[in-house]
C-alpha cells in the first residue's frame, strides 16, 4: 500500500537534491540561491493539491491545507529544507515532501484540524554557526542577537534575510499560535539502530541533549625551518593534544559522544608554525547533567594543555540544548498509528538534533524515524527504502486518523 506514493516522494527527493551550491554535491544553506528553486518546486505541488503557500519573514516555506471549518486549530508537519556539505537526498527534506504528499493522498478530504506543512530555511547550522535558524521562526525564539550573527563572508542573517527578498523586521509574524494542535516530524534515522533490528520505523520518545562550542588554541606563528622545536607555540599541535582527550572522554563515558568535525588554522601554510587554531566541539547526551560535565571537564582540559605548552585556550558555547522529551499524548497517538498502520512500535531516542526539539518548547511535538540503510547520513550515499517510506506514509495517514478521534474539535 502507498508503494507508488513513495516512489514519487523518493523521486521529488531526488530532483531536489539536484538544487545545490556545488555542482556534482549536494550543498544547500540558509536561503542560498539553490533555495528558491527548491521553494518554487515545492509550491507547485503545494498549489496544485489545494494549499495556500507562503514563504515567511525567516524564509520557511508554508503550505496550508484548510479544515473543516474556519475555526479548525492547526497541525504542522515539517522538517529542513537545508543541507549539509556535500549531503545527501533524504536527511530533512524527506519529511516536508512526506508531508505535502499525505495531504495529496487525503484528495480533497477534511479534518477538525487544519494542516500546515513547513519546510524550515535552516536547521544544520552550516552558514552561520548556529542551528535551527527556520524553527526557532516558528517556536518563538528567534532573537535580534540571532539577526546579527555573521557568515564566513561578513553577511549576516539580517542581511541575507534581506538579500532573499523578506522583511528582517517581521519575523514574529511566523510564529506558531498557542492553540496549534502540535507538530509532527518524520524523518530518516541518521543512525544504524532500525537497520540492525530490520525495523522500519521507529516512535522517537526523547532527543539527546547537544552542546556545540568553538574552542581556539592562540599561540605564536613563526618560520618552520628556523625556529626550534623546544621554542615553539605550536596552536595546531595543542589542539591535536586536546583532541585526543576529547575522543578519551566520549569513550569512557557511557551515552556520551564527542566529536571535533572541524578545525581552522592559521596562518595555514605549510611551512608555517600555527599560530591560532580553531576547533569545533559538539557534546551530546541523552543527560543533561552528563553533558555539561562533560563540557565542563573538555574546557578544563584545553585549559590545562594550554597552559602546558605556552599557549592560551578559550571556549566560545555556541549551543546549549536541553535533551527534549516529545509529547506523551501525541507521541501515544502516532505509536497506535504505527501499530494500525500494520509496523512493530519500537520506541527509540534520538542522538541527532532535530527542528523538533526546538518546536517541542511551544507545540505538543512527536517524531517518526525510518530507517537509515547502513546507518548513513550526512553523505551522498545516504538512502531510504522504498518500503520504509510506503511505511512511514501509512503511519502518517493512521495519525491523522487517530488525531481526529483523540478530541472533541470546535464545530466552527
Known amino acids: 500500500m502507498h508503494t507508488a506514493k513513495a516512489r514519487e516522494v523518493i523521486d521529488v527527493c531526488g530532483d531536489l537534491a539536484a538544487c545545490t551550491e556545488e555542482p556534482g554535491f549536494t550543498t544547500r544553506t540558509f536561503l542560498s ?10 509550491r507547485g505541488w503545494m498549489q496544485r493539491i489545494g494549499m495556500s503557500t507562503s514563504i515567511d519573514p525567516a524564509g520557511n516555506l508554508r503550505g496550508v491545507y484548510d479544515g473543516a471549518t474556519p475555526a479548525a486549530p492547526r497541525l504542522f508537519i515539517g522538517s529542513h529544507l537545508d543541507t549539509v556539505p556535500h549531503a545527501g537526498r533524504f536527511d530533512g527534506v524527506l519529511g516536508v515532501v512526506a508531508g505535502i504528499a499525505l495531504i495529496d493522498l487525503l484528495a480533497g478530504r477534511r479534518f477538525p484540524f487544519s494542516i500546515e506543512v513547513v519546510g524550515f530555511s535552516e536547521e544544520e547550522g552550516v552558514r552561520f554557526g ?31 534575510i534581506l538579500d532573499y527578498g523578506l522583511d528582517p523586521t517581521l519575523v514574529e509574524q511566523a510564529v506558531a499560535p498557542e492553540a496549534s494542535v502540535g507538530y509532527l516530524e518524520i524523518h530518516i534515522e541518521q543512525g544504524p539502530v532500525l537497520d540492525v533490528l530490520g525495523l522500519p520505523l521507529g ?29 615553539r607555540h605550536d596552536a595546531l599541535a595543542g589542539a591535536a593534544a586536546w583532541i585526543l582527550e576529547v575522543e578519551r572522554l566520549a569513550k569512557s563515558t557511557p551515552g556520551l559522544v564527542a566529536t571535533v568535525g572541524r578545525i581552522d588554522v592559521e596562518p595555514g601554510a605549510s611551512n608555517a608554525v600555527p599560530g591560532s587554531c580553531l576547533a569545533s566541539l559538539d557534546v551530546r547526551h541523552a543527560d543533561d547533567w552528563a553533558r555539561r560535565a562533560a563540557v565542563d571537564r573538555l574546557k578544563a582540559r584545553a585549559e590545562e594543555i594550554a597552559a602546558a605548552r605556552g599557549l592560551l ?13 516529545m509529547d506523551g499524548p501525541l507521541t501515544g497517538i502516532l505509536a497506535q498509528a504505527v501499530e494500525r498502520s ?4 519500537h520506541r527509540m531516542a534520538s542522538g541527532a538534533g532535530h527542528d523538533a526539539m526546538v518546536l517541542a518548547e511551544r507545540l505538543p511535538t512527536a517524531m517518526l524515524f525510518l530507517r537509515s540503510p547502513g546507518g548513513l547520513s550526512h553523505h551522498p550515499d545516504e538512502a531510504v527504502l522504498e518500503s520504509d517510506v510506503a511505511a512511514a506514509i501509512g503511519a502518517g495517514m493512521e495519525f491523522f486518523e487517530g488525531l481526529a478521534r483523540s478530541r472533541s474539535w470546535p464545530t466552527s
Open 33 to 42: 540561491e539553490p533555495m528558491r528553486e527548491v521553494h518554487s518546486r515545492l
Open 342 to 345: 500494520g509496523a512493530f512500535v
Open 203 to 231: 516512535v522517537v520518545e526523547t532527543i539527546a541533549g547537544q552542546t556545540r562550542a568553538n574552542v581556539r588554541f592562540a599561540g605564536a606563528a613563526n618560520h618552520a625551518g628556523t625556529t626550534p622545536m623546544e621554542g
Open 130 to 160: 548556529v542551528p535551527f535558524i527556520g524553527s526557532r521562526a516558528l517556536a518563538g525564539t528567534f532573537d535580534e542577537t540571532l539577526l546579527r550573527r555573521p557568515d564566513p563572508a561578513g553577511r549576516t542573517v539580517r542581511e541575507a
Open 313 to 325: 585556550a578559550a571556549c566560545d558555547v555556541m549551543l546549549d540544548q536541553a535533551a527534549t522529551p
